[in-house]
């Protein structure tokens, strides 16, 4: 019989991605067979060669669990007005049930007007303020890629979060912010860090789960953290020999800790798993009669 290796610290967003993705897929068909296809508008501005593959990635994966995809793309030179003017014309159109934008934009264009321009229903990224704010006080909404990721990597990992201490490290609108809150709504405490607090490593060896999105490469070592703690990575820099790593040092930190995922492979295949959830459950709003709880 065949040897298979299971490393149980490893929290594999890569295979965690695929089931969830299999279980997207026959959601899809079911739409297919009443005659919806749901459909995922991507819009990127500029030649960012990470930006391109991330798009390219978001395109291949949601054609792999069968929905219609969509791209836009535009010179850097662009007016914002010609990203809104767009944005527009596929609120409008109807085969399309997700739209994002690609960020960053470029520095001439409003990030924070081109996300109002969209229609919060459509917003499958969960950025708009509409969604934000549902979000926030815990209504069924679109929620944000990366941290709804990170909730369902805990959820399948039977990683209780009830009671527990969570310590995040960033504070950005996409990912810091509202992971905190998803963990709250799951009646954890919470502790937010960030670029100036003080004495980091006396917070972040509280944690009993860890988030790290800080944007600094193997940042974290075993000295930050607490024995048995469950660390996710959100980071995604190059090393000293430019290959892709976190910001937690794996390798030092991992004997240290209960659980803990990788980069790449981690949080990464998880946030764009999340995004043709969001997609999927657009589209059942509009074609589905039936009523879907999981939002
Ligand atoms: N409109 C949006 N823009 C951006 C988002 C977003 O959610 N919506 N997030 C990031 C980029 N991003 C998706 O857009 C993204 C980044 C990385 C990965 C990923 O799977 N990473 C892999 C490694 C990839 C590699 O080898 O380079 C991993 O961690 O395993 C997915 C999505 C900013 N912009
Ligand atoms: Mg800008």
């Given amino acids: 019989m065949e040897d298979i290796q299971v490393d149980k610290k490893l929290i594999d967003g890569k295979a965690i991605g695929t089931i969830i993705r299999e279980e997207i897929k026959e959601r899809v068909q079911k739409l297919q067979s009443k005659g919806c296809t749901p459909g995922l508008a991507v819009i990127i501005v500029g030649d960012d060669p990470a930006s391109h593959t991330y798009v390219k990635n978001k395109q291949k994966s949601s ?88 909730i369902k990597l805990l959820e399948r990992t039977n990683t209780q979060i009830k009671g527990k201490h969570a310590v995040i490290i960033g504070r950005s609108n996409i990912v810091g912010k509202p992971m905190g809150q998803l963990l709250l709504q799951r009646d954890a405490t919470v502790t937010y860090c960030h670029s100036r607090t003080k004495d980091l490593a006396h917070h972040t060896k509280q944690a009993d789960i860890l988030i790290v999105a800080i944007g600094m490469a193997k940042f974290i070592k075993k000295e930050h953290i607490k024995e048995g703690a469950v660390v996710i990575d959100v980071g995604m820099n190059r090393d000293e020999n430019g290959k892709l790593c976190g910001d937690v040092d794996f390798a030092d930190v991992k004997e240290k800790s209960s659980m803990i995922t990788p980069v790449p492979g981690g949080v990464g295949p998880m946030t764009i798993t999340m995004l043709l959830k969001n997609t999927l459950l657009s589209a059942e709003q509009v074609c589905d009669t039936d009523k879907h709880e999981d939002k």
């Fill in 63 to 150: 054609v792999e669990v069968g929905m219609k995809s969509e791209l836009i793309q535009l010179a850097a030179t662009v007016s914002e007005q010609e990203i809104l003017d767009c944005i527009a014309q596929l609120n409008d159109d109807d085969s399309i049930h997700g739209i994002l934008v690609q960020l960053p934009l470029p520095k001439h264009i409003d990030e924070n007007r081109v996300i109002l321009a969209i229609d919060p229903a459509k917003d499958v990224d969960g950025f708009h303020p509409v969604n934000v704010g549902k979000m926030m006080i815990g209504q069924s909404t679109y929620l944000s890629c990366t941290p709804y990721g990170i």
